[in-house]
């Protein structure tokens, strides 16, 4: 499983729209609104064939109402 965090810059007065969308695609885990640069950060699992670049600009950079994305690759998971 593949662990990615993505920050989405919202149109403005549209993050929680986006949001909204956001949570029903597949692969996205949590949705969060934050404060900064970004309006969201998502945190998505996607399975090991999956391709990281091709989910994020087909799967999240075309929602309605998202203007830019940076995204961050997990290597591991501390508990």
Do not use: N, W
């Not at 593949?2 to 909204?20: H, N, P």
């Amino acid at each position: 499983m593949q662990t990615i965090f993505v920050m989405i810059k919202a149109e403005l007065g549209r993050a929680y729209e986006v949001a909204d969308r956001a949570v029903d695609v597949p692969g996205v885990s949590e949705v969060h609104s934050i404060s900064g640069q970004y309006d969201l950060l998502l945190k998505c699992y996607l399975e090991p064939e999956v391709d990281i670049g091709h989910f994020v600009t087909a799967s999240l950079q075309r929602l309605p109402g998202v203007k830019d994305t940076f995204t961050l690759i997990a290597f591991k998971a501390f508990t």
